[in-house]
């Protein structure tokens, strides 16, 4: 490696401000994976048997399945290379002792806990916290802390780790756990089911507007520990929730999985906005290191007129493999996706989203922006399928990627699937690369190199940003700005 | 305030400015003609710290200073200000941001206060006027889908904003209309005074109706071949640049 690139590469790690880990007392389970971990997993949190079996057909089927990187050369789809994953080296639950039996209240829980969370820019006692935002704390398999869940109560609306939803409303999740990502839909779905540790859950009663944003953060700390949330979104008829998801792990020298399912359910007339900063350690400049992030997240607009947005922003992880999707069933249901992906060091994103136009008039929007960087690979794969019976269904994708650099990457597959003629898809794709003029012109104005890559970047990401709840753009305003440090120079 | 001396500079390998003299001092206006691809661009440049030109022989002293020495954005903080011939857009950055960004950017490095978005607003307001550009422009992308004269306004607007002691305005007049020309020269003469310097790259004479150049350079082939004061502009409107070029290929036989 030659000096400039240990400088680069010193630069860009020793930005991630996340890397630390937490010294506390842990309680795991042995690696490997078999039906007894499973059944340790599912006795830890007093699972019904009903849940107990759930988890081991789905462990059951998942032996069945071929890790998508052991298929074949021609059907290895995606753009991401790793090495073998040995899926009996992995701790599937580790928790920080005295948090077994579910969230504690504030005062219960451990104090290097809070500061934890308090290090990461997310003080979890109330009055410290953002005005109008309420958090679920998820460490590593499990749930410590929820705040405001009374105010929310007072409204009707149940938000709560996954595990208490299984204790406290557990038709509800019967009802619904497994109904937009069935166990059966990919490899990774087939893990998560059977040993999902944790997560969140909420729902939305008929026509109310949740009164606060709502938000889990998942930090992964333990060694060579898997993290598998779930999480689960209803709303019901008319109503409307705004959610946020962010992530952080610390700086370590083995790959971490991180296989999460996330399901979301909206009724008639209802609206969920669900927004993601991800910002998982993404490794070294050699690739050392970083969270694998294989994710499953798809809403159901099951209901006419309603509304299912994701935004994302993904700064972090080595690999991020991802498509929040929308399964449009309802008449005039909406789907958006907006998305931001970054990819420096020596990052892989294979990420997009996939619209599926069921009912009459249903209208999706996909704006994706791929920035690449240093030695990123970045793939925007993208799926509009228009069915027979979605009269006058439109889809508008737009689809831009941005180059740092000349040994990075960004590619582009759309796969456009149209049964009805009444249909209208549209597809623009541009690749611009961030030009020495562009950093020149702001130099001379005075404008530093790197505060010229960040604001280029952020007003390359303007629409996607826009869509962030606001207390979370400026936030991931500076991250990108952040990631890209050292990336031109 | 400024000495060029012998400055040899070019890109990969191919030399453009082969040895340039030039010494600037505060309170003056000089004027750089010459025709296409002399190399007038090329100075401008190497002057603001472009680093796709290298320079290979010769220095630049500014304020006391080594000017090659300095970043380009430090060369900013010390106040020079390149007009740029082809001004470059930025999209999904906002004028006004942009702006913002430039003025704090260069008060932060001078140990000056920043200034927050009400007290800009105030400020820009009166550049805006200055320049009579509506304020409609604050609001969108920096240089996108602007007019050519936009972009050149837009120029001017900023070095009203960041009031740099040394200007270098390169070809600031090409593609103005008659009223955009007197806006264009109007700015610069009020923003001019005794302890600033102005460097005019121009192909025109009107422009230096309105600037009035003290000193009026000619360039060709990467060298200022003839310097006089403002009457040699006139005179090479009348006479074109053919005297000059046969005048110097005897000199240079
Ligand atoms: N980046 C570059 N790469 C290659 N050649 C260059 C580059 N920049 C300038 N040149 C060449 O150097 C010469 C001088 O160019 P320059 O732009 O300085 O001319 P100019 O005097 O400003 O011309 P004009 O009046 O047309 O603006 C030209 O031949 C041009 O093609
Ligand atoms: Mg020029």
Known sequence: MSSQARELETLATSDY???????????????????????????????????????LKAYRHWLTMTDPLKRKKSEQWAMVTYPDIDYQSIVYYAAPKNAGDGPASLDE???????????????????????????????????????????????????????????????????????VVPHTDNYFAALNSAVFSDGSFCYIPKG?????????????????????????????????????????????DENQLHAAVVELVALDNAQIKYSTVQNWYPGDIDGKGGIYNFVTKRGACRGANSKISWTQVETGSAITWKYPSCILQGDNSVGEFYSVAVTSLKQQADTGTKMIHIGKNTRSTV??????????????????????????????????????????????????????????????????????????????????????????????????????????????????????????? | ???????????????????????????????????????????????????????????????????????????????????????????????AYFLRTALNALRTARDEEEVDAIDFLTLIRDKLKLVEMDEKFLKRSVNEGFSGGEKKRHEILQMAVLEPRLAILDETDSGL?????????????????????????????????????????????????????????LELEEKGYDWIKEEHATHSV
């Not at chain 1, 005005?131 to 749930?143: E, L, M, Q, R, Y």
């Not at chain 1, 012109?441 to 960040?454: F, H, P």
Request: aromatic letters at 8%.
């Open chain 1, 17 to 55: 401000k996340f890397g630390w880990v937490t010294d506390i007392e842990q309680e795991s389970a042995p690696p490997g994976l078999n039906e007894d971990i499973i059944r340790f997993i599912s006795e830890k949190k007093n699972e019904p048997d009903w849940l107990l079996e759930w988890r």
């Open chain 1, 109 to 179: 829980v451990d104090p290097e806990l809070l500061a934890t969370y308090e290090k990461l820019g997310i003080p979890l006692e109330e009055q410290k916290m953002l005005a109008g935002v309420a958090v679920d704390a998820v460490f590593d398999s499990v749930s410590v802390a929820t705040t405001f869940k009374e105010t929310l109560a007072e409204a009707g609306v149940i938000f709560c780790s996954f595990s208490e939803a299984v204790q406290d409303h557990p038709d509800l999740v019967r009802q619904y756990l497994g109904s």
């Open chain 1, 208 to 252: 109310v507007r949740c009164p606060m944003e709502l938000s889990t953060y998942f930090r992964i700390n333990a060694a060579n520990t898997g993290q598998f949330e779930r999480t689960l979104v209803i709303a019901e008829e008319g109503a409307y929730v705004s959610y946020l998801e962010g992530c952080t792990a610390p700086m370590r």
């Open chain 1, 367 to 489: 704006i994706s922006k791929g920035i690449s960087a240093l030695l990123g690979q970045n793939t925007y794969r993208g799926a509009v399928q228009v069915l027979k019976g979605a009269h006058n269904a439109r889809n508008f994708t737009q689809c831009d990627s941005m180059l740092i650099g000349d040994q990075c990457g960004a590619h582009t597959f759309p796969y456009i699937d149209v049964r009805n003629p009444s249909a209208q898809v549209e597809h623009e794709a541009t690749t611009s690369k961030i030009g020495e003029d562009q950093i020149f012109y702001c130099n001379q104005r005075g404008i530093s190199t790197e505060d010229a890559v960040s604001m280029i970047v952020n007003g390359f990401c303007k629409e996607v940003l826009a869509e962030l709840p606001m207390e979370f753009a400026v936030e991931a305003q500076k991250l990108l700005g952040i990631s890209l440090e050292g990336s031109v120079g």
């Open chain 2, 1 to 95: 305030m400024l000495e060029i001396r012998n400055l040899h500079a070019g890109v990969e390998g191919a030399e453009i400015l082969h040895g340039i003299d030039l010494a600037v001092n505060a309170g003056e206006i000089h004027a750089i003609m010459g025709p296409n691809g002399s190399g007038k661009s090329t100075l401008a440049q190497v002057l603001a710290g472009h680093e796709a030109y290298s320079v290979t022989e010769g220095e630049v002293i500014y304020e006391g200073q080594d000017l090659l020495d300095m970043d380009p954005d430090e060369r900013a903080v010390h106040g020079v200000f390149l007009a740029f011939q082809y001004p470059v857009e930025i999209p999904g950055v906002n004028s």
């Open chain 2, 177 to 233: 209309d008659i009223d955009a020309l007197r806006i264009v020269a109007n700015g610069v003469n009020t923003l001019y005074s005794a302890d600033k310097a102005t460097i005019v790259v121009t192909h025109y004479q009107r422009l230096l109706n309105n600037i009035v150049p003290d000193f009026v350079h000619v360039m060709l082939d990467g060298r200022i071949v003839q310097s006089g004061d403002k009457t040699l502009a």
